[in-house]
Nanobody, 129 residues
Framework: QVQLVESGGGLVQAGASLRLSCADS????????MGWFRQAPGKEREFVAH????????YYAESVKGRFTISRDNAKNTMYLQMNSLKPEDTAVYYC??????????????????????WGQGTQVTVSS
């Protein structure tokens, strides 16, 4: 059973940093590729970043590339999203998600919500100008 719980959200000023965490209470954390999505008010949920089961392969949305870093610690059953140089347009609820296996299908596949089966409840990030 995969249960994802996000934490680390909050209210910050533009230019600040935050680190989100996604903890999995299951026992097979390293069996899944994972990702982060976000949803702003009135908008569709959008892809932010993806990481392979080993952490060796990562993909990012163009809007966050160079500012956000996705990582994972399989020993701690936790995935992270380090967010630097935050902008007001980064304001959203951030969700972590897990696929159902370790297989890698390429960046385009993981841009879609359909690539992921398990989802957390989300954590709010608000960036003021």
């Amino acid at each position: 059973q995969v249960q994802l719980v996000e934490s680390g959200g909050g209210l910050v000023q533009a230019g600040a940093s935050l680190r989100l965490s996604c903890a999995d209470s299951g026992r097979s954390f390293s069996d899944y590729t994972m990702g982060w999505f976000r949803q702003a008010p009135g908008k569709e949920r959008e892809f932010v970043a993806h990481i392979s089961w080993s952490g060796e392969i990562t993909y990012y949305a163009e809007s966050v590339k160079g500012r956000f870093t996705i990582s994972r610690d399989n020993a701690k059953n936790t995935m992270y999203l380090q967010m630097n140089s935050l902008k007001p347009e980064d304001t959203a609820v951030y969700y972590c998600a897990a696929a159902t296996d370790r297989r890698s299908y390429g960046r385009r596949y993981y841009l879609s919500r359909g690539a992921y089966y398990y989802w957390g409840q989300g954590t709010q990030v608000t960036v003021s100008s």
